[in-house]
T-cell receptor
Framework: EPEVTQTPSHQVTQMGQEVILRCVPI?????FYWYRQILGQKVEFLVS????????KSEIFDDQFSVERPDGSNFTLKIRSTKLEDSAMYFC??????????????FGPGTRLLVL | AQSVAQPEDQVNVAEGNPLTVKCTYS??????LFWYVQYPNRGLQFLLK??????LVKGSYGFEAEFNKSQTSFHLKKPSALVSDSALYFC????????????FGTGTSLTVIP
């Protein structure tokens, strides 16, 4: 069964450093998402991406964050200058199409980011 | 504002007994409701969803969930729990009037005791 994959599984970085989290969505999917979960808290929506542009973003997704689909398979989340509070599990997800919200989103295993 | 509540952080149930994992929601319109399960070191796996129609939805691995509009609930159930059902369960809601993002609960850790 096709799966969303994410690399790395764990990332440790120093405050102020840039990090790039990578995701490979399911191959025929067109809609991509990033979510994060701070330890002990809810999974929170960050951004959705369709047709090479951001379609929705939350208040969390400020100027420090950016997303990109650099080629036909990868979908990346960049944090420009990491802060301690960016420490979280970051989940990538994909779905076949927007379909007005009916479609299922398929999630990757997550990248655990620790900012020191 | 849209929100999801999972009132129990931890649920323990004996193998073979029925299990229930609770979820209540708050959305402005008619909700799309989802359950996901997370096993250790794995991503969130889709279990089932309610969009419209029959209030009882059947999903993967023998799970089902009942949509109750008056109680704004979408509890996950299984008639007979297996040890392998032990995992973290997330309820999520999408309000089709406000976009495609999910709003997740905090998760419920289910432990099935042999």
């Amino acid at each position: 069964e096709p799966e969303v994959t994410q690399t790395p599984s764990h990332q440790v970085t120093q405050m102020g450093q840039e990090v790039i989290l990578r995701c490979v969505p399911i191959s025929n999917h067109l809609y991509f998402y990033w979510y994060r979960q701070i330890l002990g808290q809810k999974v929170e929506f960050l951004v959705s991406f369709y047709n090479n542009e951001i379609s929705e973003k939350s208040e969390i997704f400020d100027d420090q964050f950016s997303v990109e689909r650099p080629d036909g398979s990868n979908f990346t989340l960049k944090i420009r200058s990491t802060k301690l509070e960016d420490s979280a599990m970051y989940f990538c997800a994909s779905s076949e199409s927007p379909s007005g919200g009916l479609e299922t989103q398929y999630f990757g295993p997550g990248t655990r980011l620790l900012v020191l | 504002a849209q929100s999801v509540a999972q009132p129990e952080d931890q649920v323990n149930v004996a193998e073979g007994n029925p299990l229930t994992v609770k979820c209540t929601y708050s959305v402005s319109g008619n909700p799309y409701l989802f359950w996901y399960v997370q096993y250790p070191n794995r991503g969130l796996q889709f279990l089932l969803k309610y969009i419209t129609g029959d209030n009882l939805v059947k999903g993967s691995y023998g799970f089902e969930a009942e949509f109750n509009k008056s109680q704004t609930s979408f509890h996950l159930k299984k008639p007979s729990a297996l040890v392998s059902d032990s995992a973290l369960y997330f309820c999520a809601v999408r309000d089709p009037n406000t976009g495609n993002q999910f709003y997740f609960g905090t998760g419920t850790s289910l432990t099935v005791i042999p």
